[in-house]
Every structure is written in structure tokens, then in C-alpha cells.
């Protein structure tokens, strides 16, 4: 049992970086060219033929698109991004999903892979506040995502832990999906949230996944993700980009420390 | 949630703690300067800031002789979107309504000291406990604040005197001419929720949101229980009740958080001028 | 006011400035972890802390519905304040921060959804409308949220022949006319303009180009700190150029 309280002005700064001089940091307002020839993107503006900036972030220039990423901000999705999601709402034929996003998202019935090919009660599949693992299918209009669950690597996760971390901190790769050495499986979705979960339970889901796996989890493998889960948090509070190995790295320094 | 369950068997929570575990706590104190005292505790993501004023006022009825304590407790919308406008009210009520029965006790604070002139003048302390960010366990966070101000909290000297029969009241306006509150047996707040079969100290949100029912006591440095109140829609065993208040968590937890808090406030106080205060600057 | 002169014959204030100069201000972005933007400014004095969350209710087509709410903590003021927000002087400070922000949020870029702006006054020494706005536009920018510009506001006065800017509690109570005005510095538009009491329309443009000056001044200021913290964190994610 343990109580600890600290002084607030004990703690160190963590300011001491020298930072590099980044010669493409705009802020809102500033004009980032006169050149009529670019296309805008994300985080721009446009104003008396004037290309300006509207977020504080860096510049990227992709052949003639310009856009201004910015340090922080909600779930922008793109097609084919993996996603992890709770489940807000059961309707219709639909379930709405929350993504840490501007608007809710949508999975249609239509878009999941039912286990047996046959039409179940949708409340039986997916409960409210179970989480699901899925893909973006296409953007709407207004920014919301339409995702779907059609491979078998997709749908609900049993037992595990989510994480809610800023989607900024996430690169887009080939996998998200990653079995770590040290037991447990760590599943990167693109809009931010971060799923840990023992990896023997997911090996045997080659279903489709949709039985939900109740045994009881070991103690150590608990610990595992535990520890896991203190590593992400603290790679994200100190704002370090999200990779299994930067995971993993952090898992291992961290072992030298017996309590988390 | 069967997750959480399964891991409370083993007494290893999510973040990897034990059932009697705080999460780490950052407090600071002085940090408003228009105050008599205040304070700012961090638990983890919770954040509280808590401002003591001391006016002089009339006494309450019953007890003439001793001086007042008020809380008061504001929701910032800051913390969730539904603070917003009214709707952080009934938290507040509850907060407010807990503190004010942890400390009814005598022997907590000396109040004696707080009257001026029997009868007609004491010191009131308006404690206002402001809600900055909600993660989890916020009636121990704000209790902790609350004796941290207080021991923060500078109440200027008063010289009554005695001219033809009228008092005159003469507060010194010399900063250094204080006096300070006793704060050394004033009550904690520990809660204990009940997830599944146990029950955990310092619920963190997600622990929370699947906690049948709660305990909440006011515990001060040497055991001795204050205020006792059980929350929540689910049921307690009172063997478990028991267990609870007598044989262990909740006496232990609140002495040891006690004893953490006095070394931590003594050490900065012996810090005096020479640490910053920072405040939200950090 | 009988003993303290607002300005002395050497051209100090009661604190000490001189006219022109501008209180001291620093600021913090992304104080709270669990807000989509956050950001705290001391003004002087002056405490004030700024939250954003976006929130998805179906209002307006469109464009995005801006929500504000300004409260002060019951300890801020000197005399203890009975309630943090709902009397009429925080619902018009309210209703002009929504007016502000209104104009500077590229609003047809999130339709349907809502924006909640609230500002928090931790301790209150004057300028309250200025720290507010500009703890507001920090943490947009810490949400990330698109705006036209950065929105300064800054506060002046006219006493004895001069125009002072940044003004405190004691100069604001002291009866003198008081200039509010925000502004969008690189265009140099005016957002929102308020005046107090009785000033000569001679002295009118004077006055406001000497807050119009503040504000500039300010968006230095703001700028170089939101600068410092988009660099050390993009340094810290490894951005290249």
C-alpha cells in the first residue's frame, strides 16, 4: 500500500530540448505562398489570391498540394485506415461508433461479416460499449466515416485494455497489428486508440470474431499488459511517436523497474 | 469490465496497482494570490484548486463561540461539457455536503480560535473548491486540497478593544502578522468502491464508470473516522462493511494519506522562498 | 481618488509602467489532457484558463454552432464573488466572446457539430475580457481548430492628456473611459470594439490605435509561445522539414 504525494514544484521541467530550428512552422494567419498554381489541402485557406495558414503546424508540400499538419487534433479519416472503436449506438440496420472524431462514425449492417452468413438481431452481435476493430470504408461529405468489418481480422475484441491516446501520435503503416515477444498483442488504430490484449486469445479468433472469449486471463499476463499499457501512456504524455518497437523498447527499459 | 474483475482477484488493477494503491499525486500551494490561502492537487488527471477567504461574520447560533467554516463547490465546465450552465449542481451538492459533515467534528479544528467577540464577530472561512478536470476519485482529491489550503491559509491578527462600552475591531494590515490554522487532525476523505467481489481505493474513471457502490469516510492522522457514507445503487454486505471501516483499508489508507500530506505540505513550507510557484505554468 | 495619481508627472503608472507598456504576460498551452484544446494566460495579475471541446450534436447545417462560457472562480476578486457565472456581466462576457469568435473560426468546416468554448478566471486584476480572448485563441490553436487568424484583444485608457494601454483593476475603477478592443492583427480588422464612460471625440482615435497597437504587440507575444511549442513538439515527433 503505498501513498504518494509530491510537491508540485519538485517535479523537473522537461523543457530543456533545444529544439532545431523547423523552418516550415506556420501559424494561423501566416501566408505560406502567393502562388496561385498549388491545390490546398488540410489546415489552409484561401484569401485575396493569397494561400494562408488556419492551424499552427508544419508545412507539407506534396507535388501541388499544400497542407499544414497540426500538432493535435480529432480523427481526420482516410479510406483504408484501420480503426478501433466503441460502440455508441445500436439502430436499425447500424451501429454508430465512436472514433475520437469530428462526428460519429457508421458501421452498416450490411458491412460486417457475420459469423455463418446469417442474419442475426444486430443486438445480439455488438453491445453497447463493446469494441470493435474495423476498417474505413469510405468519407462522407461532411467528414463522418462509413466503416466496415468484412475481413477476418476484423470485429469485436474480447478482453483487453483500449487506451485513448491523439491520433497525431500514430504513423499510417502497412500493419497495425503486431504480436510483441513479451506476450501480448498491441493493435495501433489510426484514430488514436490503442488496443492491448493477451496474445493467446487472439490466435484461436479466426471467426470473424464475434464470440466473446470469458476465461479468466493469468495473473502474468496481466502484469504484461499492465506495464504495457504504462509504457504507451507515458510515450504519449511525453508526445514520442507510437511504433512497436518504440513500444517495445520502452517495454524492455521499463522491466529494470519492478514496480510500474 | 470483466476484465477489471478478473484482474481485482489478483490485486492488480489496470494501471498495474494494488487495491490500496493511490495514483501519484502533485500538490502545490499559494498559487492564487487573492486569497487568505489556497491550493492546487493533481491526482493523476484529476485537478482541484481550492481557495480559502477569511471575512469576519456573525457566529452561527448554536455555537457563539467559535468561528465558521462554508464550502462551496463549482463545477468548471472545463472538467466535462455536461458541467456546463447548471448541470454540475447535484455533484457539487454531494462534494459540499461531504465536506461539511467530515468536518463537523469538534475535534478537528480548533474553531475556538476563529472567534473574536463572543456572540457578535468571528472569522468565517469561505473554502471554495473549484473542479478543473474529472478523472476519477474527485471527493478525495478535493479533500486533500481542502487541508492544504487550510494549512496554507494566513488569518490576520485582530486587537479588540474596549472604547466606552463600544468594541472596536482593528484587523493589522502587517502580512506577517498572522496566525495559522491547526490542521493537523483534520479529516481525509477516503472512498472505497466495490468492483465485483473487492474493493479498491482511488478508482480511477474507467473503475469507476463499473463500481457497483461506494464507501466514503472522513479519516483523520490518527484513525479516528469523522463522516461515513455509502453511495450507489448497488448493496453492501455489512460483514464487508466492516471489513472495510474496521480491520483495514479504509483506517490504514487514512492514516497513511494523512501522514503523506503533513510531510509533503512541511517540506515546502521549509522550502519557503526559495521554489517558484508555478502554478499552471509547468 | 484621493492619494494615488493613475499618472505621475514623470509618466509612471501605479505599477509602475509607463504608458505604452504592456503588463507581463505568459501562457502555457495544453494544460489539460482530456480537453480537445486547453491553455492558461497570466496577464499581470490576471489568471485566466481556456478549455475547448467539440461536441457532436446536430444543430446547424451549414456550418459549426460556437458555444461559450465564461465563469470566474468565486475567490478571483478581492471581495468574495456569491456565484461563479449566471448574473448578467458574465452572461454579456459570454455573449461577446461568442461574437468574437464567431467571426474568427472557419465555420463552414464543421458542419453539424459544436464548439465549446470555456473560459475559466482564476484570479481577476483587471483586462478580463483581453486575457479572456486570448486564452481562448490559444487553446483553439492547441485544439487545432481552423482559424482566419489569431484574435489579441487589449484594453486602453485616457488619463491626463495620454492614452495608457493594458489597463488593471485599479485604473478600471477609477472612472476614467475604457477602450476594449480586439482585433485580427495580421489584417488589422477589428473584431469587437466596446467603450466605457466619456471620452472626447478627438481623443477617440487616438485611443484606439493605441489599443489597436497593444493588440499587435500581444500577438507577438502569443505568437513566439505558440512558435516555442509547436517546435519542441514536433522536434519531439521526429518531423522532418
Known amino acids: 500500500m503505498s501513498v504518494d504525494i509530491r510537491i508540485a514544484g519538485a517535479r523537473e521541467s522537461t523543457k530543456q530540448l533545444d529544439s532545431e530550428e523547423i523552418s516550415s512552422l506556420v501559424t494561423p494567419g501566416d501566408v505560406i505562398t502567393t502562388d496561385t498554381g498549388f491545390m490546398r489541402g488540410h489546415g489552409t485557406y484561401m484569401e485575396d489570391d493569397q494561400l494562408k495558414a488556419s492551424v499552427a503546424g508544419v508545412v507539407e508540400r506534396v507535388n501541388k498540394l499544400i497542407c499544414v499538419k497540426p500538432l493535435k487534433t480529432r480523427y481526420n479519416g482516410e479510406v483504408g485506415d484501420v480503426v478501433i472503436g466503441r460502440i455508441l449506438e445500436v439502430g436499425q440496420r447500424r451501429w454508430k461508433v465512436d472514433t475520437h472524431s469530428k462526428l460519429d462514425s457508421v458501421l452498416m449492417l450490411s458491412s460486417v461479416n457475420l459469423p455463418g452468413g446469417e442474419l442475426i438481431l444486430l443486438e445480439l452481435l455488438l453491445l453497447l460499449d463493446n469494441v470493435t476493430q474495423a476498417e474505413v470504408q469510405s468519407v462522407f461529405a461532411d467528414g463522418s466515416l462509413s466503416l466496415h468489418t468484412r475481413s477476418l481480422k476484423y470485429g469485436k475484441l474480447g478482453q483487453g485494455v483500449v487506451v485513448h491516446l491523439s491520433p497525431s501520435l500514430i504513423k499510417r503503416r502497412k500493419t497495425h497489428f503486431h504480436s510483441l515477444p513479451c506476450g501480448a498483442s498491441i493493435i495501433l488504430g489510426n484514430n488514436g486508440y490503442i488496443w492491448i490484449c493477451p496474445t493467446g486469445n487472439e490466435m484461436e479468433d479466426k471467426t470473424g470474431g464475434y464470440e466473446q472469449n470469458l476465461e479468466p486471463v493469468q495473473r502474468a499476463d496481466r502484469e504484461v499488459i499492465s506495464r504495457l499499457r504504462n509504457c504507451v501512456l507515458a510515450l504519449a504524455e511525453h508526445k514520442m511517436m507510437l511504433y512497436d518497437t518504440s513500444v517495445l523498447y520502452t517495454y524492455e527499459a521499463s522491466l529494470k523497474f519492478p514496480n510500474i | ?282 | ?241
Open chain 3, 1 to 241: 481618488m484621493a492619494g494615488l495619481e493613475l499618472l505621475s508627472d514623470q509618466g509612471f503608472r501605479i505599477d509602475g509602467r509607463r504608458v505604452h507598456e504592456l503588463r507581463k504576460i505568459q501562457c502555457r498551452l495544453g494544460v489539460f489532457s482530456q480537453a480537445d484544446g486547453s491553455a492558461y494566460i497570466e496577464q499581470g495579475n490576471t489568471k485566466v484558463l481556456a478549455a475547448i471541446r467539440g461536441s457532436k450534436q446536430k444543430t446547424l447545417h451549414d456550418k459549426v454552432l460556437v458555444n461559450c462560457q465564461y465563469s470566474m472562480a468565486t475567490f478571483s476578486t478581492g471581495e468574495r464573488k456569491r456565484r461563479p457565472r449566471g448574473d448578467r456581466k458574465s452572461q454579456e462576457m459570454t455573449m461577446h466572446l461568442r461574437q468574437t469568435f464567431d467571426a474568427a473560426i472557419l465555420t463552414n468546416l464543421y458542419p453539424r457539430s459544436q464548439i465549446d468554448i470555456f473560459v475559466e478566471v482564476l484570479q481577476s486584476d483587471g483586462g478580463n475580457y483581453c486575457a479572456s480572448v486570448n486564452a481562448a485563441t490559444l487553446a483553439l490553436i492547441d485544439a487545432g481548430i481552423p482559424l482566419k487568424d489569431y484574435v489579441c484583444a487589449c484594453s486602453a485608457s485616457f488619463v491626463n492628456d495620454s492614452p495608457i494601454v493594458d489597463i488593471n483593476y485599479l485604473e478600471e475603477s477609477s472612472g476614467k473611459p475604457e477602450i476594449i478592443v480586439a482585433t485580427l492583427p495580421k489584417s488589422e480588422q477589428i473584431v469587437f470594439l466596446e467603450m466605457n464612460s466619456r471620452l472626447h471625440e478627438d481623443n477617440l482615435s487616438k485611443v484606439v490605435d493605441t489599443a489597436v497597437k497593444g493588440c499587435k504587440d500581444v500577438y507577438q507575444i502569443l505568437d513566439t509561445a505558440v512558435r516555442d511549442h509547436v517546435s519542441q513538439v514536433a522536434t519531439v515527433h521526429g518531423w522532418e522539414n
Open chain 2, 1 to 282: 469490465m470483466y476484465f477489471v474483475c478478473f484482474f481485482l482477484k489478483d490485486n492488480c488493477r489496470e494501471d498495474g496497482r494494488g487495491c490500496e494503491d493511490y495514483r501519484h499525486m502533485e500538490i502545490e500551494t499559494n498559487v492564487v494570490s487573492n486569497t487568505s490561502g489556497s491550493a492546487r492537487v493533481r491526482l493523476a488527471n484529476t485537478d482541484i484548486l481550492v481557495g480559502v477567504k477569511a471575512e469576519l461574520g456573525a457566529p452561527a447560533p448554536e455555537k457563539p463561540d467559535k468561528g465558521r467554516l462554508e464550502f462551496f463547490v463549482d463545477c468548471s465546465a472545463n472538467a466535462t461539457p455536461e458541467f456546463e450552465g447548471r448541470g454540475g449542481e447535484e455533484l457539487a451538492t454531494e462534494i459540499s455536503g461531504m465536506l461539511n459533515r467530515a468536518y463537523d467534528c469538534p475535534a478537528c479544528l480548533d474553531l475556538q480560535k476563529l472567534c473574536v467577540i463572543p456572540n457578535q464577530q468571528c472569522w468565517v472561512l469561505y473554502i471554495d473548491i473549484l473542479l478543473l478536470e474529472c478523472g476519477g476519485n474527485l471527493f478525495d482529491a478535493a479533500s486533500i486540497a481542502v487541508k492544504a489550503a487550510l494549512y496554507n491559509t494566513k488569518i490576520p491578527t485582530v486587537t479588540v478593544s474596549r472604547d466606552e462600552g463600544i468594541m472596536e475591531l482593528e484587523i493589522s494590515d502587517d502580512p506577517y502578522d498572522v496566525q495559522k490554522i491547526e490542521v493537523k487532525l483534520a479529516p481525509c476523505i477516503v472512498t472505497l468502491s466495490k468492483i465485483g467481489h473487492s474493493h479498491v481505493v482511488d478508482a480511477s474513471q474507467k473503475e469507476e464508470s463499473c463500481c457497483l457502490a461506494r464507501l466514503m469516510m472522513g479519516v483523520t492522522q490518527n484513525g479516528t473516522i469523522t463522516a461515513l457514507k455509502k453511495e450507489g445503487s448497488g448493496s453492501l454486505d455489512p460483514t464487508s462493511v466492516e471489513d472495510m471501516i474496521e480491520v483495514g483499508t479504509g483506517k490504514r489508507v487514512g492514516e497513511a494519506l494523512n501522514k503523506s500530506l503533513t510531510t509533503a505540505l512541511e517540506e515546502e513550507e521549509r522550502q519557503g522562498t526559495k521554489s517558484k510557484t508555478l502554478g499552471f505554468l509547468r
